[in-house]
């Protein structure tokens, strides 16, 4: 049973175009996050969502747009695509935001902007 | 400020104990977090530590915190070859309730046979 899965695991675009992500989680968590990590492996939170209310929202282009239908699913939406958007972008999930709580994370997808 | 860093590269033979270090700035840090990126996979909590302890022991992982440098090192002791993965330290920061992490840019372990 895949916990966090994120589709599709690798995306492909040219400049310019509008592109979404996927992600769903089956654990019952209350949060769930989007990151993004750089061909460094530097990794960003971009956004968070708990109970479908947007919590965290970093300094992200707003091309980037999440979309929370409910809390099992948490989508990211990015518009005029831009060289700099090449990237691996995780979703994960966790119950609640306070204490330790484990942040699960997807397999990742490969956007790559040519 | 909110900054994690650490070192980017170990390498070490199998059977030997790795250690890796992180610093971080915010001292009101309620937690910290080992977590391990295998090649093309997300990332998988090892474990983590509460900001009033000094020490956490699970299996062959130890932790070690110390808060007055805001040092904190995971040592890993018999490493196997399948070990070999990236490491990353993530401070939650003491300032918000969000469940915002800040990570490291990642320590690659090499473990050679």
């Known amino acids: 049973d895949t916990a966090v899965s994120q589709t599709p695991k690798y995306l492909v675009t040219q400049m310019g175009n509008d592109k979404s992500i996927k992600c769903e989680q089956n654990?019952?968590?209350?949060?769930m996050y989007w990151y993004k990590q750089d061909s460094k492996k530097f990794l960003k939170i971009m956004f968070s969502?708990?109970?479908?209310?947007?919590?965290i929202n970093e300094t992200v282009p707003n091309r980037f747009s999440p979309k929370s239908p409910d809390k099992a699913h948490l989508n990211l939406h990015i518009n005029s695509l831009e060289l700099g958007d090449s990237a691996v972008y995780f979703c994960?999930?966790?119950?609640?935001?306070?204490?330790?709580?484990?942040?699960?994370f997807g397999p990742g997808t490969r956007l790559t902007v040519t | 400020g909110e900054d994690v860093e650490q070192s980017l590269f170990l390498s070490v033979r199998e059977g030997d104990s790795s250690v890796i270090n992180c610093t971080y700035t915010?001292?009101?840090?309620?937690?910290l977090y080992w977590y391990k990126q295998e090649p093309g996979a997300g990332l998988q909590l090892l474990t983590y530590?509460?900001?009033?302890?000094d020490m956490k022991q699970d299996q062959r992982l130890t932790v070690l915190l110390n808060k007055k440098d805001k040092h904190l090192s995971l040592r890993i002791a018999d490493t196997q070859t399948g070990d070999s993965a990236i490491y990353f330290c993530?401070?939650?920061?003491?300032?918000?309730?969000?469940?915002?992490?800040?990570f490291g840019q990642g320590t690659t372990l090499q473990v050679k046979p």
């Open positions: 969502y708990n109970n479908k209310e947007l919590i």
């Open positions: 994960a999930s966790s119950q609640g935001l306070a204490g330790p709580g484990e942040q699960y």
């Open positions: 915010d001292s009101s840090s309620t937690y």
């Open positions: 654990l019952g968590h209350d949060t």
């Open positions: 530590i509460f900001s009033n302890m």
């Open positions: 993530a401070e939650s920061p003491g300032s918000s309730n969000t469940g915002k992490l800040i």
